[in-house]
């Protein structure tokens, strides 16, 4: 992960050599994390009393479980056969900003913590409308009963991933994510919180992190490509990828882990992890959110086990709409929901269909291509969908 900025790698230290003298004097630009005593623009010293504070700062604090994901130019959309007919994904260029994700899927433990902390400080409204639908695993002629009870608070299931949560829940998530651990970095350091300022921890500290939140879809398929791994020429993408790692097989061609699945998924019609005595993903619903190897960017999961809520609103044709810098649809914005109830009865087309990718433990594996993409209304849940949180890279241009 880089440490320091663009600019603080292109820091000038101009020498002036003086020829009677003989004497050296260094001057050294400002920047995010040297801006020097006094202003440049007045003249003024900072952190003089009432004067102008700026506060120290080293580089944007990593939150817990995220990882790093450079950005760039890339390629997105279904390099798979559309066999949904759906045309909602096509190959286009963009070009996706810098940020973090977390390493693994919302695990149920992650689940529990928010609840407890949730039913200790907020609302017993609040508390019952974050409870996950654990209902979603009974099924009329399907024996799941113990899932229902079990799924979310049984220890064993501790690091599988949380399922049963709504688009809007998992948001209300990443708020509450969010000022857990920006209360703790601020502790950690030290700052006493302003009453005044509602307790919200002032920006300009540097000693807080970006608010979490659900990646965009961009995000998300750039991060499940991962095609840093492919690149060895420079400024040429000579390759792509149909799932999160190389080549067009399924199974591990590689080690102890030979002929193995590389992803948790529906084999087929009945068959959800194989024989016994050589099952083929080992997983007959969900799997810990550690199981199989990450790809290049060390995201685990990304294909299979659960598929993952985004940001973005559904729109089949966003793929033309909308920008080709860090692209995200937040509305009906240039395709209004109105259209699809007037020219579609049946549509499930509105501002509050929100889109999920990375397919799960019960589809086949197309869904597992990263470009492919469904819906569902935000406030909705399965036994299939889950999540994982995403933050920007702040103080960076790239």
């Not at 608010?211 to 879809?217: A, C």
Request: proline share 5%; with cysteine.
């Amino acid at each position: 992960m880089k440490k320091l900025s663009r600019t603080a790698k292109r820091l000038s230290l101009f020498l002036c050599v003086a020829a009677v003298m003989g004497s050296c004097k260094m001057k050294t630009q400002p920047n995010a994390q040297n801006p020097g005593p006094v202003s440049t623009t007045t003249g003024l010293e900072y952190n003089a009393d009432e004067g102008f504070q700026v506060s120290e700062y080293r580089d944007q604090p990593v939150g817990p479980n995220l990882v790093f994901i450079e950005g760039g130019r890339t390629v997105l959309g279904s390099f798979e056969e559309d066999i949904m007919n759906s045309r909602d994904n096509v190959e286009r260029t963009v070009t996706v900003a810098s940020f973090y994700m977390d390493e693994t899927e919302v695990a149920n433990i992650h689940w529990l913590e928010y609840l407890h902390a949730i039913k200790r400080d907020s609302t017993p409204e609040f508390y019952q409308s974050a409870l996950p639908d654990t209902t979603v695993w009974r099924k009329e002629l399907a024996f799941n009963d113990s899932y229902v009870d079990h799924y979310l608070r049984y220890p064993g299931f501790r690091y599988y991933p949380v399922v049963g949560v709504s688009w809007i829940q998992a948001t209300d998530f990443c708020k509450w994510r969010t000022a857990v651990v920006n209360q703790r970095l601020s502790e950690e350091s030290g700052i006493e919180v302003d009453a005044n300022s509602g307790g919200r921890i002032p920006l300009e500290s540097g000693v807080v992190v970006p608010d979490y939140r659900l990646p965009t879809e961009a995000e998300w398929e750039y991060a499940a490509y991962a095609l840093i791994g492919t690149q060895w020429l420079d400024e040429i993408q000579t390759h792509s990828r149909i799932y999160p790692w190389d080549g067009h097989a399924l199974r591990n061609p590689y080690g102890k882990e030979m002929g193995y699945f590389l992803a948790n998924f529906r084999r087929g019609r009945g068959d959800y992890a194989g024989i016994a005595g050589k099952l083929n993903d080992g997983a007959m619903i969900t799997a810990y959110v550690y199981d199989n190897p990450p790809n290049d960017y060390g995201l685990y999961n990304m294909a299979g086990n659960v598929n993952e809520w985004v940001q973005d609103v559904y729109r089949p044709l966003s793929f033309e709409d909308v920008d080709d810098l860090n692209p995200f649809r937040r509305g009906g914005f240039l395709d209004e929901e109105d259209g699809y109830d007037t020219e579609n009865f049946n549509s499930l087309i509105s501002n509050r269909t929100r889109v999920y990718k990375g397919g799960s433990w019960k589809d086949v594996a197309y869904w597992m291509s990263p470009g492919t993409r469904r819906y569902l209304e935000e406030d909705s849940a399965t036994s299939t969908v889950g999540f994982r949180c995403a933050m920007i890279r702040a103080g960076s241009n790239y």
